[in-house]
């Protein structure tokens, strides 16, 4: 937020491909699930490039705090629409639609 990139993003003429962390952080907000560190404005706003929050790696074996119980709770604190992922499912989202 504070280098600028949030700003250029929309500017370029480009696909972004992003995996894990890379998708979360296209979002509005992460939630506080995802919060890893304190930013300065104690929040959990992300770039919000689109307009959903994506809970990912859903049902993986190495992460077993990432069940669908886990997913439905931290959709609680999302605000807009919130999607729970494995890592064979992609979401694409052209000109603002999901």
Do not use: C, R
Not at 6 to 14: G, I, K
Not at 20 to 32: D, Q, R, T, Y
């Amino acid at each position: 937020m504070n280098s600028g990139l949030a700003d250029l993003l929309p500017l370029l003429d480009a696909v972004y491909v992003g995996m894990s962390a890379g998708s979360i952080v296209m979002a509005p907000n992460i939630g506080k699930d995802f919060v890893g560190w304190n930013p300065p404005n104690g929040g959990d706003a992300a770039l919000g490039m689109v307009d959903s929050s994506i809970f990912p790696h859903l049902d993986h074996e190495m992460l077993p705090e990432n069940k669908m119980s886990d997913a439905e709770k931290w959709a609680v604190g999302i605000k807009g629409p919130a999607y729970a992922i494995d890592d064979q499912t992609a979401i694409k989202v052209v000109d603002g639609e999901v």
